[in-house]
């Protein structure tokens, strides 16, 4: 092991290893597969490499799935110290193309979304791929992503890869086990002794029998854990409970927290974040911009922020242990359900948080509840209860007709028997007895060949409308509604945007109370009325609205303060348009070249979030809506103009300086002629 591990190990300053580590290591090093289920800081990353370097050094390349871009991008630095002398990539983005460049990679760090889209483009580098890391695999049972991972493992298992599974909570480990033909390490062993209780009523009671009275309110639980040198980690019901206890905190911690100057494009979300940490306090959560959670997350790492509230999404697997974590709540609100309970294993998720290894004698990981009986249903459901067990969902209808597609796109199934073979991998096929998968089944091929995506005359054998929808990734929902758009929608830019924000893809915000965002829109939606259920009618119309502020130029922080949203939720949104307005204007073109054309138009503006006049500019790296529109301002149009420009015109220009002004310049000149002759 020494031989294999040794400078690796030196390098992360590791003397020995944990007990699961030292279970699991000989295993990954003979090739096998494992899933490892330990608690969290209990070493399972270090498993991971072991792995990834084993498979290297014997030419196998490695693939490296976690659940979210935030922690693909933690991964990305994290492997790029532990193998320097390999070469790490990471691909997060567009799922439309296929980033050919990846094969030139020792190990590609992807989400399984991408590492799904990356397969049906037939990517080279999987030719390769002789190790498969899946992290956060209990994410299987997730509604929205669990079927994407599930059907990436079996792929990956399909081909022969040794699959490495991480998890700190797997409620039917042996099950995920045997399905991935995987050894199985599982261990209650930290390396920091966690302690649970509930706090009610002022009083703190650990279920080792030990209680405390640290004062009436959870706020003195915190104000205990800062007074001792820890840091302590909320979980709060919502976003808005998140920023307003921070702020509160932020003003009376008496802490002296790092003073960082707020963007302009942050608007008062930055502002009121910033402010909270000066004083030694801080928030997270989704509608958070990704600078934004990038500072907080590194100021509580480093420990000038004492105090985090957040979301449960912190939770999803960034590594931010706290000395204490207070759960203030076991249920939440869910669309179309109301309120509901979290689940037990997102619930040790939060309190696996607890305990900071090397910093901490020990973690506390509280549920605070408003009486007794709450606090009873705590201990007996989420301290002493049993985590749930994985279930697959890919028998959820879009799940099955978005993969059933891909696979018969790609040329993976050609026959029904093939797809029953290719499904036979799966966890859900491993779970689920066999009559139920040929019923879901049947159900899916009647779908696709109703909808024009596969013909069934002489095998199973994509459409060119097939083929395109698995192409750009999206689900057969969404192309029937754009297909169906394209026949009945007038002219216009928010009539695209529309389609866009009202296909199945697609996030879209909630339609507040107060809807005067989008009453000046409704007459110009009537067309679309018959092809949207009645209850996402609304949304559809605010998330439109939205992107068309966006498009139209109107500056970050006013969109978010106009419509009540985060820069976080702007980013997601626009990113999200993007993909499916590229997606959109394809399928659009099959029907008519003309919509195809608008639609590709106002994709690339949706890509900028610029008007039509700064789309040639937007070609320009460097050149994004801000630079754009300055340049625009002094007259600089068109490419050519840009590539004819004199060193001293543009770097005086506000928001460019020298660098920037001589690669645009530079780019522009080498680019222009061969750009023209495309466009002609």
């Known amino acids: 092991m020494d031989d294999v591990l040794g400078p690796m190990l030196e390098r992360m300053g590791i003397e020995s290893l944990y007990p699961p580590q030292e279970e699991a290591i000989p295993h990954v090093l003979e090739g096998r597969s494992v899933l490892v289920s330990v608690p969290t800081a209990a070493g399972k990353s270090l498993v991971a490499y072991a792995a990834l370097l084993n498979g290297l050094r014997s030419g196998r390349k490695g693939l490296y799935i976690v659940p979210l871009r935030a922690l693909a991008a933690e991964k990305y630095e994290d492997l790029k110290t532990v193998l320097p002398e390999y070469k790490v990539g990471i691909s997060t983005g567009d799922l439309s193309t296929d980033d050919r460049a990846l094969k030139d990679n020792d190990v590609v760090v992807v989400t399984s979304e991408k590492a799904d889209a990356l397969l049906r483009h037939g990517n080279d580098f999987f030719d390769e791929v002789g190790v498969c890391i899946a992290d956060e695999v209990h994410l299987i049972t997730d509604q929205r992503r669990g079927p994407t991972l599930e059907i990436v493992l079996a792929m990956m298992k399909r081909r022969g890869v040794q699959i490495v599974a991480l998890s700190a909570t797997v409620g039917n480990a042996m099950g995920i086990a045997l399905w991935l033909d995987a050894k199985l390490v599982t261990s209650d062993w930290r390396p920091v002794r966690l302690r649970e209780g509930v706090f009610t009523k002022g009083v703190l009671d650990f279920i080792d029998g030990e209680t405390r009275k640290p004062g009436p309110g959870w706020e003195d639980m915190v104000g205990e854990t800062v007074a001792e040198g820890g840091q302590v980690l909320v979980f709060t019901r919502s976003r808005k409970e998140a920023a307003k206890n921070a702020s509160s905190f932020g003003a009376t911690l008496g802490i002296s927290g790092p003073a960082i100057e707020p963007d302009e494009d942050w608007g008062e979300i930055g502002k009121s974040l910033t402010a909270a940490m000066k004083g030694g306090a801080g928030f997270h959560h989704a509608g958070l911009g990704s600078e934004m959670r990038r500072i907080v997350e590194t100021a509580f790492r480093e420990g000038s922020v004492k105090v985090l509230f957040a979301t449960p999404t912190l939770a999803a697997g960034i590594n931010l242990p706290a ?297 320009v790296p460097g050149i994004g809506r801000r630079r754009g529109r300055v340049l625009y301002g002094a007259g600089y149009r068109d490419l050519q103009a840009l590539g004819e420009a004199q060193m001293a015109d543009i770097e005086g220009l506000p928001h460019m300086g020298p660098a920037t002004a001589r690669a645009a310049i530079e780019w522009s000149r080498r680019n222009w002629r061969r750009i023209h002759n495309i466009k002609q």
């Open 323 to 619: 000395r204490r974590v207070l759960v203030l709540t076991t249920r939440r609100f869910e669309r179309g359900v109301g309120m509901t309970d979290i689940p037990v294993l997102e619930i040790r998720q939060m309190m696996g948080r607890a305990g900071r290894p090397g910093l901490d004698p020990h973690g506390e990981a509280v549920i605070v509840a408003g009486n007794d009986r709450a606090a009873r249903k705590a201990v007996d459901a989420y301290i002493l209860g049993e985590v749930e067990p994985i279930t697959s969902k890919l028998l959820d209808p879009r799940a099955m007709r978005v993969h059933i597609l891909a696979a018969i796109a790609t040329g993976e199934c050609r026959s029904e028997a093939d797809i029953e073979d290719f499904l036979s991998n799966t966890y859900y096929a491993h779970t689920t007895d066999l009559w139920t998968m040929e019923s879901a089944l049947e159900h899916t091929l009647e779908m696709l060949e109703e909808g024009e995506f596969i013909d069934i005359e002489e095998g199973i054998r994509p459409t060119d409308l097939g083929v395109i929808t698995s192409r750009v990734y999206v689900d057969p929902a969404s192309a029937v509604l754009f297909r169906q758009a394209v026949a009945v929608m007038p002219e216009g830019a928010f009539h695209h945007l529309m389609a866009i924000a009202s296909c199945p893809d697609m996030y879209r915000l909630s339609a507040r109370k107060d809807t005067d965002d989008i009453d000046r829109f409704t007459e110009e939606t009537d067309w679309l009325t018959p092809l949207v259920p009645a209850e996402d009618h609304d949304d559809a119309i605010r998330t439109a609205a939205v992107l068309m502020a966006w498009i139209e130029e109107m500056p970050e922080a006013q969109i978010t303060e106009t419509f009540g949203i985060g820069p976080g939720d702007l980013h997601n949104l626009r990113e999200t348009a993007a993909w499916l307005g590229g997606a959109y204007s394809e399928i659009a073109a099959l029907e008519d070249k003309g919509v195809g054309e608008a639609a590709r138009e106002v994709s690339r503006r949706l890509a900028s979030g610029v008007k039509r006049e700064l789309l040639p500019l937007m070609r």
